[in-house]
């Protein structure tokens, strides 16, 4: 009788515990995708910015592409999980993880401490750097200090948009703001501005690309430190941050890195 029952209250109590982690598991699934089956591969909502070439940008059939997306991709082809990339304004993309609309932001974003105090981060996948753009009217422009005085183009709320306040200070007239780094360095091609500063890999491409627009680009590596790409999830997504470093860690290490890095920047 007493054994009976004893096995009863054994058998109640681990079926207790079964339904916890079937809770716990739906809860960890949720964020922006749908819970799924565990045996179904996990697909997560990735935000990106797509006006970002040669990092995000949209293809002839409207798919978001560019290397954070083949980095994305091999890293989650090593960890075992789908993506489905949502092209997103910059403006307002790190609220889509709070609001959990987005478990992933791949979108250039530069790891900074003002930043991992409300997301966090994966280990760097890529380091890069301002770069000045000057046109027509920034013949003079030889370095940073030099765009004091100038009207500056730089896309809101980004990195480039924070050197620039910390130069012009922050409610500086002559900085323009931007919802993309494109639209500011047409605002240059225009002679709007004298110079943009952006993030190296796009500035170089977009110049590259528009040869008859005449840009030409200036480096400070005095002024302008090295910044490192990392991607970035909801405050505490410690399960989905390990699998993303874990993918990053794998890529690195078994050349699937260095192919895309050469297929978009040249052999190192
Ligand atoms: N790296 C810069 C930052 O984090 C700019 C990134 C902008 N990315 C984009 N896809 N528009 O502020």
């Known amino acids: 009788q007493t054994r009976r029952s004893v096995l009863a209250t054994l058998l109640m109590g681990s079926l207790f515990l079964v339904g916890c982690g079937q809770k716990q598991d739906a809860q960890t699934q949720g964020g922006a995708s749908e819970p799924q089956a565990s045996t179904e591969v996990k697909t997560y909502v990735v935000g990106s910015d797509a006006a970002y070439a ?38 307002g993309i790190f609220a889509t993880l709070e609001q959990g609309d987005r478990d992933i932001i791949v979108s250039s974003v530069t790891i900074t401490d003002e930043r991992k105090q409300s997301m966090d981060f994966s280990s760097p996948y890529f380091e890069a750097r301002q770069l000045i753009a000057t046109g027509k009217g920034g013949e003079t422009i030889k370095s940073f200090q030099d765009l004091k005085g100038k ?71 005095q ?29 690195k ?13 040249g052999a190192k």
């Open 151 to 221: 009207k500056v183009a730089v896309q809101t709320g980004t990195t480039g948009d924070e050197v620039v306040q910390n130069l012009l200070g922050k409610t500086s007239v002559d900085i323009k703001r931007f919802e993309s780094t494109p639209l500011a360095l047409k605002e240059l091609e225009n002679g709007g501005v004298q110079a943009v500063v952006g993030d190296n890999g796009v500035v170089q491409n977009y110049v590259s690309n528009n040869p008859a627009s005449n840009l030409r680009m200036v480096e400070d590596t």
């Open 54 to 91: 040669p990092f995000e940008f949209q293809n002839d059939k409207g798919e978001v592409v560019g290397f954070d997306m083949d980095v994305l991709n091999a890293v989650a082809e090593k960890g075992g999980f789908k993506v489905k990339v949502i092209n997103t304004p910059w403006e």
């Open 253 to 265: 290490s078994d050349g699937t890195y260095d192919k895309i890095h050469a297929k978009y920047f």
């Open 223 to 251: 002024s302008f430190q090295p910044e490192f790409y990392g991607m970035a999830v909801k405050k505490g997504n410690q399960a989905l941050l390990d699998k993303l470093n874990a993918g990053i860690q794998a890529i």
